[in-house]
């Protein structure tokens, strides 16, 4: 031990905190002597006041020494932090670590480690919320010494980067050496006019120039969230009605909404003045006799930690096939009843006693006041609701997080999503008080019940072949017990369940779907679409030692959004081989099940042309971005991260990040993307462009020959086009002519009719221009999107853009894919007034791009002339396009067709004119305007059009 310089360790509780017990633990675990440890403890809060005098009387004699300020002294925490400094500079230790109570040390080795660096300065451990980006320090301030996001700090907090940073604020844990606490000028001070004495602590140090580091290198820990709700109050703190629980004015770092002095309500202080005070009020509910047990959605790692059994998942093992599960009698004693370890003895131990304390049960009347209306129960059991101690929305977290990835394996069921579940219940069994319950048929999908104690062991009348431990018989399909902790679903659709309980203590609940409005219901091939076996693969492509805990899905887009695939929101819970665990976000694009729209899909290589762009073609890209010398700021990457792909023509799907939880959003698609929104659209779909054109010289051939997956199918030669193609766009466009015509504008109506032939059905002249226009052998061509459109452009209020939806790209102009972008998606205004600015604008930043990429913009074919020659060539199509897709691009989510009915008589002239009026065109809609803009000022501009009215 004298080879371990002496640390004073200075815990400090400012307030209720979850989890302390396992913060004690974990302090008494560190890998460090004892003998070389002070503990300065220091507890502001009255409710762990038991919590504290067990780990002093237990472990205080270890330490070198030991002492405690308890909430009774009247010590603030700012007074109780120079104090533990003052202890530490007259005892001499060498080094002084303060730890705060929501800063869990995961890692016994941490203190060793924050030592061994050797920093000239204050380090801290970095330390995060799970499931979020919430961490105990800032990568930047703005001018005002408040937080201000910093350019690296996600790739830190992700640990996509380690070593140790340099950092203007921390908090929770720090440790500094001697050489600054014991130096007067640098010593410690947590207090700064008003501030909090961590923002205190910080500014000093600022000032003082003393250094601040927070340490990656390795996984240290974790914050137990201790968020407070903020609420304003008028007049004074007399008039709050008293409540058990941490109220505090928040002067400090907060600013008042008035003059006026607050105190805290509680423990011993007085109000000094009346004012327009903000109250912050504990999420942490110490009304509760287990006030963690109610921690679920705040403290999900912690919570899983001491309530959920640890082999909970172990049926969820895409290695153990559901066949395997069913022959093995641990997991299956009799059919379809299957026995999950789901919860520890904890959780079962101190839900019992929530119950017991509440104590209001109902003792087993036929007639149940409690369901809303009140309803008869034939099999009333005395029993207490979840709702009546406010547990209910926690259980159904529980079943959305743990249940309902075992009851997919095991049932395999399309259920609604989330959970539904109206009958939530704890039931007593005593001889003298429930001696008995009747065999009966639970009104559920299925029914979870959980054994919460071992019962007495007796058997009572056995009238059933399934006979099994702890007292409970079963009947027909049905559910056993094995032990506390122990959960078991019932399946009984087609066949109910009739159950006989001996004495027991359960917990039950019932599933009911009724009232389900059909947008809440998951598509019919949501097993099909995803299947365990898929979410594996995406969380092994993610991290190769990935195991899937557990996922959930929901529909990823609303029904007729997407013609090309189906979408699905897959929320997946891993753990590495760290067994440290981890959400990620996925979108899920699978092939539709409608056969015509697979096969539509299968001839426009539509998968297999998305899957190419993100395993070759973007990362051929990003390479060659970083072989001209292009720094990591500086490269184009505006696609999301594809985790997986598989492509079979028949089960084809795409797993990318789900970029909506990152702050992304989706523009409005109807009424048109706003100008800053234009212009950052414009500028990326440039740099996209001169990424291809920079590395292929504008040589189609070139192109061709590296991704000869590009193949044009959407224009293919007029003798492969799809017939229902041409039908489909032939008739959309027939029918908006004729509104044109009823409007009073004949010309522009003959144009839009003569644009496919007029009335000859074989004149294919059209096609095979535009066939000519997108893959002819074309000079100055560059990669494609192929559908840029509102729809398929991710924006983030940082600036940043995400393109998605590659399957129509394409080597084309880039005139055919700014006119296609332009006429989709621009408001009227923009498209009449700012053509030539935003072409100028589009221009600009594709030279730039070029030379920054030291490509030679001086040759022929790249000047503005150029360019400009080019844009009227192009912007025919991008009229068309926009004129067959205004009815949908306009169109409000609830109107539009669902193509997962998609048949054959639906591309006749009959079903689209149907189809446009259902998605309504009517004079004075969005889709009107836009369609009569395109149709009467830009499609007469068009060098095509004036040759096919020549022609007819």
Not at 446 to 457: E, F, H, P, Q
Not at 828 to 854: A, S, V
Not at 868 to 887: D, I, R, T
Request: proline share 5%; net charge negative.
């Amino acid at each position: 031990d004298i080879n371990f310089p002496t640390v004073q360790l200075a815990i400090f509780i400012k307030r209720p905190t979850p989890f302390i017990e396992e913060f004690f633990e974990k302090v008494v675990n560190l890998d460090y002597p004892k003998k070389n440890l002070g503990i300065f403890l220091y507890n502001g809060a009255l409710y762990h006041g038991h919590q504290v005098d067990n780990f002093r009387h237990k472990y205080s004699k270890f330490y070198q020494s030991f002492t405690s300020l308890g909430s009774r002294t009247r010590i603030g925490d700012n007074d109780a932090r120079r104090i533990a400094v003052d202890e530490a500079i007259a005892n001499e230790f060498e080094y002084f670590f303060s730890l705060n109570s929501d800063a869990h040390l995961d890692n016994p080795a941490t203190l060793k480690i924050l030592i061994g660096e050797g920093k000239k300065g204050i380090i801290s451990p970095m330390l995060i919320r799970p499931y979020s980006g919430w961490s105990n320090f800032w990568g930047a301030i703005n001018h005002d010494g408040y937080y201000a996001r910093s350019k690296d700090y996600v790739s830190i907090v992700k640990r996509n980067v380690t070593g140790v940073w340099k950092v203007p604020f921390l908090s929770g844990a720090y440790l500094m050496s001697y050489d600054i606490f014991r130096n007067s000028t640098l010593r410690p001070k947590y207090t700064n006019n008003f501030l909090i004495p961590e923002l205190a602590f910080c500014l000093n140090n600022r000032i003082r120039n003393i250094p601040m580091f927070v340490s990656n290198v390795v996984e240290f820990g974790h914050l137990v969230n201790n968020f407070r709700k903020f609420f304003q109050y008028l007049n004074s703190f007399a008039n709050l009605a008293p409540k058990l629980c941490d109220l505090v004015a928040e002067i400090g770092g907060w600013q008042l909404g008035n003059s006026g002095n607050c105190g805290v309500a509680n423990g011993g202080w007085q109000l000094v003045k009346s004012g327009n005070c903000r109250v912050a009020i504990d999420n942490f509910d110490i009304t509760r006799i287990h006030a963690e047990l109610y921690e679920l959605f705040d403290n999900r790692y912690d919570w899983e930690k001491r309530y959920l059994h640890a082999d909970w998942s172990s049926v969820l093992n895409v290695n153990q096939s559901l066949v395997e599960i069913m022959k093995n009698p641990e997991t299956m004693p009799c059919p379809d009843v299957f026995w999950v370890p789901l919860v520890t003895p904890s959780f079962c131990e101190e839900l019992i006693d929530e119950m017991e304390v509440y104590g209001k049960w109902f003792m087993g009347l036929n007639y149940d006041h409690r369901a809303e209306g009140g309803a008869t129960e034939d099999a009333p059991t005395v029993d207490i609701h979840l709702y009546e101690i406010g547990f209910g929305d926690v259980w159904l977290e529980f079943l959305r997080l743990y249940v309902v990835p075992l009851q997919v394996k095991l049932f395999m069921d399309n259920l609604p999503y989330p959970p539904i579940a109206k009958m939530n219940f704890v039931v007593r069994y005593k001889p003298d008080e429930q001696a008995y319950l009747k065999p009966h048929h639970d009104k559920s999908t299925y029914t979870v019940n959980i054994a919460l104690n071992k019962g007495g062991g007796i058997d009572f009348e056995v009238f059933t072949k399934y006979q099994l431990s702890s007292g409970l018989i079963f009947l027909s399909k049905s559910l056993v017990t094995r032990s506390a902790g122990w959960r078991m679903p019932i399946y009984t659709v087609p066949n109910k369940v009739t159950l006989k309980f001996a004495e027991e203590t359960k917990m039950s609940q019932e599933s009911d779907t009724d009232g389900l409005k059909d947008s809440e219901v998951l598509p019919p091939q949501l097993e099909e679409a995803v299947s365990s076996t898929i979410v594996q693969k995406i969380a092994s492509a993610y991290k190769p030692d990935a195991i899937v805990v557990s996922y959930s899905v929901k529909p990823g887009t609303k029904p007729g959004d997407n013609y090309m695939s189906v979408m699905y929101a897959v929320e997946i819970l891993l753990k590495n081989g760290s067994n440290n665990p981890e959400n990620i976000d996925v979108m899920l694009k699978t092939m539709p099940k409608n056969p015509l729209r697979i096969r539509e899909i299968n001839e426009m290589a539509a998968f297999v042309k998305e899957a190419n762009m993100y395993t070759q073609l973007f990362p051929g890209m990003v390479k060659f971005q970083e072989g001209k010398g292009l720094e990591r700021s500086q490269i184009f990457s505006g696609w999301p991260t594809c985790f997986a792909t598989f492509q079979n023509g028949i089960d084809d799907y795409l797993a990318m990040e789900d970029l909506r939880g990152k702050g992304f959003y989706m523009a409005d698609r109807i009424n048109g993307l706003t100008p800053p929104q234009v212009r950052l659209l414009l500028l990326n779909l440039a740099q996209f462009h001169a990424i291809s054109y920079a590395q292929f010289g504008g040589d189609r051939t070139a192109i061709m020959s590296k991704y000869p997956w590009l193949e044009e199918r959407i224009f293919p030669p007029a003798d492969k086009i799809d017939p229902n193609m041409i039908s489909w766009m032939k008739s959309s466009i027939v029918n908006l002519s004729d509104r044109i015509r009823s409007a009073g504008h004949a010309h522009e109506a003959d144009l839009m009719s003569k644009i496919y032939g007029g009335d000859d059905p074989n004149d294919t002249t059209f096609w095979s221009d535009m066939n000519s226009l997108v893959s002819g052998n074309k000079k100055h061509v560059v990669i494609n999107h192929g559908d840029c459109w509102t729809n398929n452009v991710l924006f983030h209020e940082d600036g940043r853009l995400k393109f998605i939806d590659f399957q129509a790209s394409r080597c084309a102009l880039r005139g055919v894919d700014l006119a296609y972008f332009m006429h989709t998606s621009f408001s009227n205004e923009d498209l009449n007034e700012r053509e030539d600015f935003y072409l100028k604008l589009y221009y600009d930043e594709f030279i730039r791009f070029l030379d920054k990429l030291g490509f030679d913009t001086s040759g022929a074919g790249l000047s503005w002339e150029d360019f400009m020659e080019e844009w009227k060539e192009c912007k025919f199509s991008g009229v068309v396009m926009g004129l067959s897709m205004a009815p949908f691009i306009c169109a409000e989510a609830d109107v539009l067709p669902d193509m997962e009915n998609l048949s054959q008589d639906d591309y006749g002239a009959d079903a689209v004119d149907k189809m446009i009026d259902q998605v309504g065109c009517g004079e004075g809609s969005a889709s009107w305007k836009k369609i009569f803009n395109l149709a009467v000022n830009h499609l007469p501009r068009c060098r095509q059009t004036l040759e096919y009215a020549k022609k007819g």
